[in-house]
């Protein structure tokens, strides 16, 4: 049986290097995981608990239809000011009031420099709290991105990333 994850990059760059990683994670996945991008983040209407209801807005529908298909989540976002990406929060803060995260396994790839992005993850593990994921401490990695040397697919070729990401697919539906 395929196990689906969802891929939630916290970046609408052009040339995002998170989004870069969750693309090598997609080619990176093991057998048994299919591992699918979510690229709606740029579609989604500011969070506004007048519009968290029946019928919700289409693009919230689908965020919360990708999660709820899914078996786990893996993140991998930048950190802007000291914090998560207000785009990035606001796809959360449309989490909190649906079902669909509660108890899921979530986990981030943290790839910012040495030393760097700690205050994003600190407030993606706050916020996922809210929203009642379960994370898998095992799953969650930090990564260097070294943009050049990627393969002919533009994805990252290094083996220990792409090892490192495949491992980290697997912990999260825990087939390690
Ligand atoms: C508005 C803004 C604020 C940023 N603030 C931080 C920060 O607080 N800490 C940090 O390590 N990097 C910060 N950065 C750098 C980004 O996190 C970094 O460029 C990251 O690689 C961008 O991710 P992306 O390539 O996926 O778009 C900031 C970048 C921008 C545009």
Same mark, same amino acid.
């Given at each position: 049986?395929?196990?689906?994850?969802?891929?939630?990059?916290?970046?609408?760059?052009?040339?995002?290097?998170?989004? $870069?990683?969750?693309?090598?994670?997609?080619?990176?996945?093991?057998?048994?995981?299919?591992?699918?991008?979510?690229?709606?983040?740029?579609?989604?209407?500011?969070?506004?608990?007048?519009?968290?209801?029946?019928?919700?807005?289409?693009?919230?529908?689908?965020?919360?239809?990708?999660?709820?298909?899914?078996?786990?989540? $893996?993140?991998?976002?930048?950190?802007?000011?000291? +914090?998560?990406?207000?785009?990035?929060?606001?796809?959360?803060?449309? +989490?909190?009031?649906?079902?669909?995260?509660?108890?899921?396994?979530?986990?981030?790839?943290?790839?910012?420099?040495?030393?760097?992005?700690?205050?994003?993850?600190?407030?993606?593990?706050?916020?996922?709290?809210? +929203?009642?994921?379960?994370?898998?401490?095992?799953?969650?990695?930090? $990564?260097?991105?070294?943009?050049?040397?990627?393969?002919?697919?533009?994805?990252?070729?290094?083996?220990?990333?792409?090892?490192?990401?495949?491992?980290?697919?697997? $912990?999260?539906?825990?087939?390690?």
């Amino acid at each position: 049986m395929t196990s689906v994850i969802l891929l939630l990059s916290g970046s609408m760059r052009s040339g995002s290097s998170n989004e $870069l990683v969750l693309r090598t994670a997609r080619a990176a996945a093991p057998e048994g995981i299919r591992a699918v991008l979510y690229e709606g983040l740029g579609s989604l209407p500011h969070f506004n608990p007048d519009d968290d209801g029946d019928p919700l807005p289409a693009p919230v529908a689908e965020l919360r239809a990708a999660i709820d298909g899914a078996a786990a989540v $893996l993140v991998c976002t930048p950190e802007y000011a000291g +914090t998560l990406p207000g785009s990035f929060k606001n796809l959360l803060d449309w +989490t909190v009031g649906g079902t669909e995260i509660g108890d899921k396994p979530v986990a981030w790839v943290n790839a910012a420099a040495p030393g760097r992005g700690e205050g994003a993850t600190a407030t993606l593990r706050s916020v996922l709290g809210y +929203t009642g994921a379960a994370v898998v401490e095992e799953a969650c990695v930090r $990564l260097q991105v070294d943009r050049g040397s990627l393969d002919e697919d533009g994805l990252i070729g290094d083996p220990a990333v792409r090892e490192q990401l495949a491992k980290s697919l697997a $912990l999260l539906i825990r087939r390690p």
